[in-house]
Each structure stands twice: as C-alpha cells, then as structure tokens.
T-cell receptor, first 117, second 115 residues
Framework: AQKITQTQPGMFVQEKEAVTLDCTYD???????LFWYKQPSSGEMIFLIY??????QNATEGRYSLNFQKARKSANLVISASQLGDSAMYFC??????????????FGQGTTLQVKP | DAEITQSPRHKITETGRQVTLACHQT?????MFWYRQDLGHGLRLIHY???????NKGEVSDGYSVSRSNTEDLPLTLESAASSQTSVYFC??????????????FGPGTRLTVL
C-alpha cells in the first residue's frame, strides 16, 4: 500500500539559512508524482513543488527544490535562505500514476517549521 | 482569476443534523476532491469526482455523500452529523491535462464543529 512518512514533527531554522524537510514514500508503482504543500497558520493549503517519478532532474521553484532520490524513495524539500514567512506546516504527498487521471493524493503527517529571526 | 471557494468557512451544528458544505471552482477542472484534516492524521480523502455524474468513495467516506451535477460544484453532505466529524474540511480540484502532474489546488477550508 502507498505510504508517506515525514519523520520530523517539528523543526527550527535560523533566518537566511537553508533547511531540509524529510519525506520518504512507499509504493509498488513505477509511475507516481510527489508534491509538497505549505499550510501557514491561516490554514490554507498552498502548492509548492512537484516531481514526477520519471523526471530526471530535481524540481526547483524559486527558493524551493525537491531532492529526489528514487532508489532511496525519498523526496526531501529544501528551502534555501529561509524567511520568517516560511514558518508553517509542510506536507509531502504522493499520487500514483504519472499524468494519470487517478488524481488521488496520500499525505504525510506534516512537519512544522519555525524560522527564528 | 480562477479560484476555488468553500462555504461556509465556519459552521457549528448539532449531532444528528444534516449539513452540506459547498465547494465551487472556476478553474473548469474535471477532478474534484474532499479531504478532512485532523490532528495526528494529516489530510484524508473523503470522496472524489472525475467529472459530472461521477463520484467515488475515498479512505474515510462513511457518513458522507457527494453529488456532481455540473463541473463547478461538488457539495459534501453529512447525512447525520456526529461529534467524530468535527474537523477542518478541504475541497480541491485538478486537471490531469495540464502540466505539473495533475496538481491539486485547494480551497480555503471549512471548520466544522459538531456539538
């Protein structure tokens, strides 16, 4: 069965430093997609970054990058130059199928990140 | 701008009452989803739809129903509200034909309290 594991319930990082949020996944499919979402204290879910299982290069979106290690089944989120506004809960999610019509996401438990000034 | 909205944003109801949470998207997405978020469980899928007249059960569908009569709306109904259904509910939509791997975009959420 599919499973997403985020082992860090909470993390602290100093402003302007980089931080890595861990995510490991389990699936028997060869085709899948991996997503990261941010949930600030206001509650909305904000899409950050996507990585397809067949994508050869790690995804990047501004200060966000996804460190995709397929053999290890890990999809860690790296935030460079942390800002106070990065303080939030971060969720890793997986969808079976690559550009498929299934669309269903399975979420990890989330990691709370606090950025210190 | 296209968006996805949910109403109400906050709702307090009593055990046994029927409650309907609205979700409306103007992205023209075929796929729509309902999730609930509880402490210690992350987000869990309740129901989902791949198009008009299509509905499917998710991981935690007991006590909930949905109907899809048009592309824009997927209302979630709690047939007889229970205290265990106190939660934050999120609606999401996606279009598998777009780039980005069928990314789901979420509404702002509805906080439901069942007394």
């Amino acid at each position: 069965a599919q499973k997403i594991t985020q082992t860090q319930p909470g993390m602290f990082v100093q402003e302007k430093e980089a931080v890595t949020l861990d995510c490991t996944y389990d699936t028997s499919d060869q085709s899948y997609g991996l997503f990261w979402y941010k949930q600030p204290s206001s509650g909305e879910m904000i899409f950050l970054i996507y990585q397809g299982s067949y994508d050869e290069q790690n995804a990047t979106e501004g200060r966000y990058s996804l460190n995709f290690q397929k053999a290890r089944k890990s999809a860690n989120l790296v935030i460079s130059a942390s800002q106070l506004g990065d303080s939030a809960m971060y969720f890793c999610a997986m969808r079976e199928g690559y550009r498929s019509n299934t669309g269903k996401l399975i979420f990890g438990q989330g990691t709370t990140l606090q950025v210190k000034p | 701008d296209a968006e996805i909205t949910q109403s109400p944003r906050h709702k307090i109801t009593e055990t046994g009452r029927q409650v309907t949470l609205a979700c409306h998207q103007t992205w023209n997405h075929n796929n729509m989803f309902w999730y609930r978020q509880d402490l210690g469980h992350g987000l869990r899928l309740i129901h989902y739809s791949y198009g008009v007249q299509d509905t499917n059960k998710g991981e935690v569908s007991d006590g909930y129903s949905v109907s899809r009569s048009n592309t824009e709306d997927l209302p979630l109904t709690l047939e007889s509200a229970a205290s265990s259904q106190t939660s934050v509910y999120f609606c999401a939509s996606s279009d598998p034909g777009l780039a980005g791997g069928d990314t789901q975009y979420f509404g702002p959420g509805t906080r439901l309290t069942v007394l």
